[in-house]
């Protein structure tokens, strides 16, 4: 067969294409055929998996277009050249999924009106075929779409209306990166939709962001005990290709776990979007703490949003992750952190999103418990977080960053922290975009990821010349002597102290000000009297 030559931009373009944002309404008006005729997680499920399907038809249609138009194969008979086209290989080989001719979109739309079984059987065909032909995918793609409770006509409609969004032929833009900015585009959607509910699945991409921009995984053993729907390992890979380019995005392996089937659906197909390898979630979903199918995991890097304050999970007493004490059966805080630290390597960091109760809750041996982390030396930061960054809860929430070496690590010549909490009160950053949510700017995340990386003298400190110094009111870097004195409790509030005051030369003296003040009160409530008086006087005449 003839050599493989990569066509230049605009050679693959495919008719039809779509921007990023016309996909993106595209689909959410597809979306809204079905909203109210299934429950809400089965209705994310399934309009994310026709997404998918709709995404590896496409990329395959685009790599076949490429391949066509070499001009080698113009020279061979044409079986020849059809047989090459169908090669497996020459797909796979490229990250490309090898989509079978039943589950290629053109078919399934064609079939649609006019099968027999109706569309929900093929596209359950379809998935099924395309997750035998890829064993990554295996059991990963919904099989759904045939049941009674599926509108049919509808579906059919559904199916018409995707058809109109391209994720390939973007010129020099994968599908791979159309699809996975439309991908997160639904999950955060469908979370603003599901509001508490969508804890389960999503973590704000400002917050996921900041955890990542502090540790910094750039290379290693990347893990989620409770992956929602992948989102950590997404932005991992993310700043990979921003700081070292996208040849370097497989530096990273990813570990995780996921305890709800639906949600582990998602983040496998999630990570499949991303060219992430999803073989690091497992077979199957399972509980981390009934169930941890990854006892034996050290991992460099640990990224966890999980469930605060949770009651119902599953405990047992003589587990040896409970090296520092045993949790409580009422609140699963500790358990998360017993078990990160359980998993961390020898010079393994964390970062780890809990409540704030976790800072300084004394409750059923918890204080008893962050004693003996503190005391280990595996806190290296905490940050208070400001309100409204979750839309899933109320409930105010903190960052946990832990580390396992503190010392300068040798040749990384990093700063000796050993025996010191950098703790950074990050509640007046961020910036409300609407009545409920706040997000944090890109200087805000600069900004905390800086004074840790400065704390910590990390390379990317030492590139930008940034030195570490306490700043009152926002970071202060503590002692455990100090820390002991405030009977561990690990509020940054408590430790960075108030902000100083801009001092302002020309400010008017304090005791001029009360004084004028008082002058124009008093002016106040003079003419608050004399209006009353007139009100009053008005009254009556209308009375009498």
């Keep these: 067969m003839p050599p493989r ?3 230049t931009a605009g050679q693959g373009e495919l008719p039809g294409i779509s921007s990023a944002k016309e996909i993106k309404d595209i689909l959410w008006k597809a979306a809204d055929k079905l909203r109210g005729s299934m429950d809400a997680a089965q209705y994310k499920e399934f309009v994310l998996g026709l997404v998918f399907l709709k995404y590896v038809s496409d990329a395959f249609a685009e790599r076949r277009t490429e391949l066509a138009a070499d001009p080698e194969l113009a020279s ?6 059809s047989a090459f086209l169908e090669e497996k290989d020459e797909y796979t080989e490229v990250n490309v999924f090898w989509v079978p001719q039943k589950a290629r979109w053109d078919y399934i739309s064609a079939k649609a009106s006019n099968s027999e079984d109706g569309p929900g059987k093929l596209l359950d065909d379809a998935m099924s075929a395309v997750m035998q032909e ?4 295996t059991g990963v793609l919904p099989l759904i779409f045939n049941r009674d409770n599926v509108d049919q006509r509808r579906l059919k409609e559904l199916i018409d209306l995707i058809s109109d969004a391209r994720f390939a032929g973007h010129g020099d833009r994968p599908a791979r990166d159309v699809l996975g900015e439309v991908y997160e585009y639904f999950l955060e959607k469908f979370a603003r939709a599901e509001g508490k509910r969508a804890g389960e699945f999503y973590t704000p991409a400002s917050v996921v962001r900041l955890l990542v921009e502090v540790l910094e995984p750039y290379e290693g053993r990347v893990y989620d005990p409770c992956c929602g729907s992948g989102g950590m390992f997404v932005q991992a890979s993310k700043f990979i290709e921003a700081h070292r380019g996208r040849d370097h995005s497989h530096d990273i392996a990813v570990y995780g776990q996921e305890s709800n089937e639906r949600t582990w659906r998602l983040a496998k197909m999630n990570l499949a979007i991303h060219g992430i390898d999803p ?14 199918k990854l006892p034996d995991l050290k991992a460099d890097f640990i990224l966890a949003n999980p469930f605060f304050n949770d009651s119902d999970w599953f405990r047992k007493e003589s ?19 017993e078990h990160i630290i359980s998993k961390l390597g020898d010079r393994g960091t964390a970062g780890v999103v809990l409540a704030n109760g976790s800072m300084s809750s004394k409750q059923n041996g918890e204080g008893e418990i962050r004693r003996a982390i503190v005391e280990a030396d595996l806190v290296a930061c905490m940050v208070a977080l400001p309100g409204n960054l979750f839309r899933s ?3 105010p929430a903190c960052l946990w960053f832990l580390a396992k070496d503190k010392t300068s690590q040798g040749g990384k010549a990093l700063a000796d922290r050993r025996g010191e909490v950098l703790f950074i009160d990050a509640r007046n950053l961020g ?22 990386h400065a704390w910590r003298g990390t390379k990317s400190a030492k590139g930008k010349g940034i030195k570490y110094e306490d700043v009152p009111g926002f970071c202060y870097s503590a002692e455990l002597t100090e820390i002991r004195e405030y009977d561990f409790i690990l509020t940054p509030g408590r430790y960075v102290g108030a902000a100083e005051a801009d001092e302002d030369p020309g400010a008017e003296p304090i005791e001029e000000r009360i004084k004028r003040l008082t002058k124009e009160l008093y002016e106040h409530l003079d003419e608050s009297a004399r209006l009353d008086a007139i009100v009053r006087d008005q009254l009556r005449r209308i009375c009498d």
């Design 431 to 452: 910036t409300m975009i609407d009545r409920t949510e706040r997000v944090f700017a890109n200087d805000d995340l600069a900004r905390i990821a800086d004074t840790y």
């Design 319 to 337: 587990d040896r992750r409970w090296l520092y004490g045993v949790p409580p059966q009422s609140n699963a805080n500790y358990a998360w952190l």
């Design 279 to 292: 073989r690091g979630l497992g077979d199957r979903w399972a509980d981390t703490f009934e169930h941890d």
């Design 5 to 7: 030559k990569r066509t």
């Design 134 to 137: 890829n064993p990554v995918l």
């Design 393 to 395: 809860t109320a409930i």
């Design 76 to 81: 061979i008979p044409e079986h020849r050249r």
